[in-house]
C-alpha cells in the first residue's frame, strides 16, 4: 500500500470507529403521561341545579413544568426531564375536576373558561401539590380552592378550604409514580365534591 492509500484509509477508519461508538448510544425519549381521572359512576345532570363556572387553576412553584415530581429522602424535589404529564398538572387538575363535578348530579352544568352561559357558582383553584415520594412510599395531592355565589350584587364567599390526599406507591418506575399521583388526585377530587354537596 502506498502513501496516499495510507493517508485516505485512516479517515475512514477514524469515521468507521465513531460510528460504532455512536451507534452503541441508544436516544432516550420523553413520555408523556396523560392525567386521565373519572369519577367512578356518573351521574346525569340535575335538571334544577345550579350552574357552575369552574375557572382555571393557578400552579404552586414547580407546578408550572409538566416533568412528574420526586420528593427525595433529602427533601430535595425533582422534576423529570423525560417522564412529564402531556399537558401542565394545574390544567390536567382543573379539566379533571370540572369532569368530576359534571359527573357527580349535583349541579345543572359545570362550565369552563369562555362559556357564555350565565353561572351562579364560580370556583377557583390553585394545584399545591403533585408529587411521588418514594421514601415514604406514597404519592400526594393537594388543591387549594374558593367557591363563591356571584348571584348576589357582592359575591358571597361559599366555601374557602384545602383538600389534601395521599396514596400508595405500588410500584416503581414513571409508570407506578403517575397512577399513584392521580389515585391521589381522585381522592382530592371527592373530597371537593363532598364538600360541594354539603352545601345542598
Known amino acids: 500500500?502506498?502513501?496516499?492509500?495510507?493517508?485516505?484509509a485512516v479517515p475512514a477508519l477514524a469515521l468507521a470507529g465513531c460510528?460504532?461508538?455512536?451507534?452503541?448510544r441508544e436516544a432516550v425519549e420523553k413520555r408523556n403521561w396523560p392525567m386521565l381521572v373519572r369519577r367512578?359512576?356518573?351521574?346525569?345532570?340535575?335538571?334544577?341545579?345550579?350552574?357552575?363556572?369552574?375557572r382555571g387553576f393557578a400552579a404552586a412553584p414547580g407546578l408550572d413544568r409538566r416533568g412528574l415530581q420526586t420528593l427525595a429522602a433529602d427533601g430535595s424535589m425533582k422534576s423529570d426531564f423525560y417522564e412529564e404529564w402531556a399537558v401542565p398538572p394545574a390544567d390536567g387538575a382543573e379539566e379533571a375536576l370540572r369532569q368530576?363535578?359534571?359527573?357527580?348530579?349535583?349541579?345543572?352544568?359545570?362550565?369552563?373558561?369562555?362559556?357564555?352561559l350565565p353561572a351562579e357558582l364560580v370556583l377557583e383553584g390553585e394545584l399545591l401539590a403533585l408529587r411521588a415520594e418514594p421514601a415514604r412510599g406514597m404519592a400526594v395531592a393537594s388543591?387549594?380552592?374558593v367557591l363563591a355565589d356571584q348571584r348576589p350584587r357582592d359575591t358571597v364567599l361559599?366555601?374557602?378550604?384545602?383538600?389534601?390526599?395521599?396514596?400508595?406507591?405500588?410500584?416503581?418506575?414513571?409508570?407506578?409514580l403517575a397512577a399513584a399521583q392521580l389515585r391521589a388526585?381522585?381522592?382530592?377530587?371527592?373530597?371537593?365534591e363532598m364538600s360541594l354537596r354539603a352545601l345542598g
Not at 1 to 8: A, E, G, K, V, W
Not at 19 to 24: M, P
Not at 158 to 176: N, S
Open 185 to 192: 388526585l381522585a381522592i382530592v377530587l371527592a373530597r371537593i
Open 40 to 54: 367512578p359512576e356518573s351521574v346525569p345532570p340535575k335538571r334544577d341545579g345550579r350552574v357552575l363556572l369552574v
Open 100 to 116: 368530576w363535578l359534571a359527573a357527580s348530579g349535583q349541579f345543572s352544568a359545570v362550565l369552563a373558561p369562555g362559556s357564555r
Open 1 to 8: 500500500m502506498n502513501r496516499r492509500h495510507i493517508l485516505t
Open 143 to 145: 388543591i387549594a380552592y
Open 19 to 24: 460510528g460504532t461508538i455512536l451507534s452503541t
Open 158 to 176: 361559599l366555601r374557602q378550604e384545602t383538600m389534601d390526599a395521599e396514596a400508595p406507591l405500588l410500584g416503581a418506575g414513571a409508570p407506578a
